[in-house]
């Protein structure tokens, strides 16, 4: 079942109102806040998501480096797309900007980008891994030796 909603804008705050039915109340969103972030490409984010959770709402951060910012910012349908590496994995997250399914957004650490669109960064991350990799040795000492069972006379 899917559920059509439309944001409802005015001077502080876009409310989301639904179409249809829903049991999810979601709250306002302070778009004067998230205007006044002002974080660009290359910085680093922490972003506060609500996720349902046996129908409890949790947060969760997700923590890593801005790659984009598409659509503006003042208009309702801006996103950002955040890339971190989790367990030699990477993975990206597209957030909306607006979203009310965003509890807040923390700028960990800001730096200077030349470019406004860091793509370049995933093919970075492969060739330094595939660089590691060509360096990495093996130790005589880490290895195992195997035995095997002499036969008994």
Not at 67 to 83: E, W, Y
Not at 131 to 136: E, F, G, L, V
Request: aromatic letters at 10%.
């Amino acid at each position: 079942m899917y559920w059509v909603f439309y944001l409802q804008k005015s001077e502080t705050y876009a409310t989301v109102v639904p179409l249809m039915k829903s049991a999810v109340k979601l709250t306002p969103v302070a778009i004067e806040d998230r205007e006044k972030l002002g974080f660009s490409s290359g910085d680093t984010v922490r972003v506060w998501s609500k996720i349902e959770d046996k129908g409890k709402f949790r947060l969760q951060a997700f923590e890593g480096i801005v790659l984009s910012r598409k659509h503006g910012n003042k208009s309702t349908d801006a996103t950002f797309t955040v890339r971190k590496v989790s367990h030699s994995v990477g993975v990206e997250r597209i957030f909306p900007l607006y979203s009310p399914m965003i509890d807040k957004i923390e700028i960990v650490k800001r730096a200077r980008a030349r470019r406004s669109k860091l793509y370049y960064v995933r093919e970075k991350a492969v060739k330094e891994v595939s660089r590691k990799m060509k360096t990495a040795k093996i130790f005589p000492e880490m290895v195992e030796e195997e035995t095997t069972p002499e036969a008994e006379n």
